[in-house]
């Protein structure tokens, strides 16, 4: 049984930083996406970045520059450092995997993932 499983979130001011946490359990794809995405209140859940078997990387334009996502294979934990963060990064965050992926965008269809963690709640304050 896959599962994943978020920590990390909190609550910092605006300009801080913040490192989130998804270890990973029962996954055994060879080619794979993992993302991160965040679901802010009263808005539709929404990509944030993702990296797939190879270690490629990719952003959303909001979070480019600001956000790096990371992945441990020894330790199946897949990372997102957040830094400069604004009070618009408030959400739940959520990692998600989908297996038989052979790109790092994977963060543009949420639709698309197989598993999701249960999140963790960031919130950024003035």
């Known amino acids: 049984q896959v599962q994943l499983v978020e920590s990390g979130g909190g609550s910092v001011q605006s300009g801080g930083s913040l490192r989130l946490s998804c270890v990973v359990s029962?996954?055994?794809?060879?080619?794979?996406?993992m993302g991160w995405f965040r679901q802010a209140p009263g808005k539709e859940r929404e990509g944030v970045a993702s990296i797939d078997s190879e270690g490629s990387t990719s952003y959303a334009n909001s979070v480019k520059g600001r956000f790096t996502i990371s992945q441990d294979n020894a330790k199946n934990t897949l990372y997102l450092q957040m830094n400069t963060l604004k009070p618009e990064d408030t959400a739940m965050y959520y990692c998600?995997?989908?297996?038989?992926?052979?790109?790092?965008?994977?963060?543009?269809?949420?639709?698309?993932?197989?598993?999701w963690g249960k999140g963790t709640l960031v919130t950024i304050s003035l």
């Open positions: 029962g996954y055994a794809y060879s080619n794979y996406c």
């Open positions: 998600a995997a989908v297996g038989d992926y052979y790109s790092p965008h994977c963060w543009k269809s949420y639709d698309g993932m197989d598993y």
